[in-house]
């Protein structure tokens, strides 16, 4: 397509400056002609008049010339500056026509060819011709460049532009297609390549986002049941009767803070995507916190009062690691028992998890949420200050909330559990 239109460029490039060229010969041929008939009428004129020459009867021809006699003087001019002379018209080139009067040569009619005027009007005329044959190619080739730049050169910048795009790993940026020039083919499998890229991307990003939250999320599962066998194990060590059975409740212990660390160490890797985990909340009965605390109760210390009947909002497996986080938290660092206080306010089921221990101090009441964050009371105690982090984050997916507070005898962790149909 792009051959046809140049090579109906360069025809109508050389069809214009050909009939430039023979219409200006053309013309050329027909100021070169010769007025027969007014010369033949200035001789026969003149040979009439012989002897009596009137000077104003010429005013009208079309030429200018002089009249000499046959010694060569001269008897008329039409005007100054032309050759009056028989070697001065010879070296011009003019027409010399003999005056024959009653059968003798009695002078010459110098007729005035003028051909330097003839020559510089033809050198003119081409000069002309020449400018608008140059100006038209000129405009031709502008012209062509032009359909160049937009069918060629911006095509192909744009797909430059576009491969750097891909490059850098940009897949959001479409190439556009246009029919029209010779890459558009090129560009639409270049754009189907974007987006298939771009699928394939996303697919990944999916997949490895499955991945992450199935790692944080058993990491953190299979961490809080640990921590409850190694504090079972821990109790059930104390009430040992012989050597046997206290190497291995030891060799439990032990492996089970083995597991205790490698799942904390599998945890911090994924900690970033700690956003992926999802939390399903449902409604259900308040009585489901008496199984929660309960399951969290094997050092026998809690005693929690009586339950307000009511519907509460709540993903029931995070709920129950939240409150496995608190009561653990309440057994490494305070040691003392554990009393639970539910109260419904302002549109939630406030559950206070009190110990009787010496609290926090109250410069880092604002940071126990923080991540990885242990308070000077913890340098003693294993941990990865990671429990009261995500008790947070799990209660806030679950539109509630989780405070801590100093009390003169004790610390409280206050649960707020959203009611059921709360907005």
């Known amino acids: 397509m792009m051959l046809k239109k140049l090579l109906i460029v360069l025809l109508i490039a050389v069809l214009a400056t050909s009939t430039a060229y023979v219409l200006l010969l053309l013309n050329v041929k027909e100021g070169a002609s010769t007025d027969r008939i007014a010369i033949n009428g200035i001789v026969e004129f003149t040979e009439q008049n012989w002897g009596a020459l009137r ?11 002089a009249i000499i006699d046959a010694t060569g003087a001269l008897l008329y001019q039409t005007k100054t500056g032309i050759a009056v002379t028989v070697n001065e018209a010879i070296n011009n080139r003019d027409t010399l026509i003999d005056i024959v009067v009653d059968d003798q040569h009695v002078g010459k009619v110098i007729i005035n060819n003028d051909y330097n005027h003839v020559f510089l009007k033809l050198k003119q005329q081409f000069s002309l011709v020449f ?16 359909y160049l730049d937009r ?35 090129f560009t639409e499998s270049f754009d ?12 990944e990003y999916l997949a490895n986002k499955s991945k992450k939250e199935l790692v944080a999320s058993l990491s953190h599962d299979i961490k809080t049941p640990v921590s409850s066998i190694k504090a079972i194990t821990e109790l059930m060590l104390l009430s040992a009767t012989n050597d046997k059975i206290e190497r291995q409740l030891n060799t439990l212990y032990s492996k089970a803070d083995q597991i205790d660390h ?17 939390v399903k909340v449902t409604d259900e009965y308040s009585s489901i916190l008496a199984t929660f605390i309960e399951n969290s109760n094997y050092y026998e210390k809690i005693t ?22 608190v009561v653990n938290n309440s057994y490494k660092y305070a040691g003392t028992s554990i009393k639970v206080v539910f109260d419904i306010r302002e549109g939630f089921l406030e559950v ?38 995500i008790s947070r984050f799990m209660m806030r997916k679950m539109h509630g909330d989780i405070v801590c507070i100093n009390r003169q005898d004790g610390f409280t962790v206050k649960l707020l559990i959203p009611l059921a149909g709360k907005s």
């Not at 795009?165 to 897949?171: M, S, V, Y």
């Not at 490698?262 to 999802?278: G, R, Y």
Request: charged fraction near 20%; glycine fraction near 6%; charge should be negative.
């Open 131 to 146: 400018m608008v044959s140059i100006l038209m190619l000129f405009l031709l080739c502008l012209a062509f460049i032009l």
């Open 151 to 185: 069918t060629i050169f911006r095509p192909f910048s744009k797909m430059q532009f576009f491969a750097r795009h891909i490059a850098k790993g940009d897949l959001n940026t479409p190439l556009e297609m246009d029919p029209h020039h010779m890459f558009g083919a």
């Open 352 to 389: 206070d998890i009190m110990d009787y221990g010496s609290g926090v101090p109250d410069e880092e009441l604002p940071l126990l949420f923080n991540k990885f964050f242990r308070g000077t009371g913890a340098e003693t105690q294993s941990g990865s200050g990671l429990g009261l982090y």
């Open 192 to 203: 189907m390549m974007r987006e298939e890229l771009a699928a394939a991307r996303h697919s």
């Open 304 to 325: 929690p009062e009586p339950i307000p009947e009511c519907i509460i909002s709540v993903d029931p497996l995070r709920l129950q690691q939240v409150i496995d986080n």
């Open 55 to 65: 000077v104003n009867e010429y005013e009208d021809t079309p030429y200018d010339f």
């Open 262 to 278: 490698l799942v904390t160490d599998m945890f911090h890797a994924t900690m970033e995507e700690l956003n992926e985990l999802q």
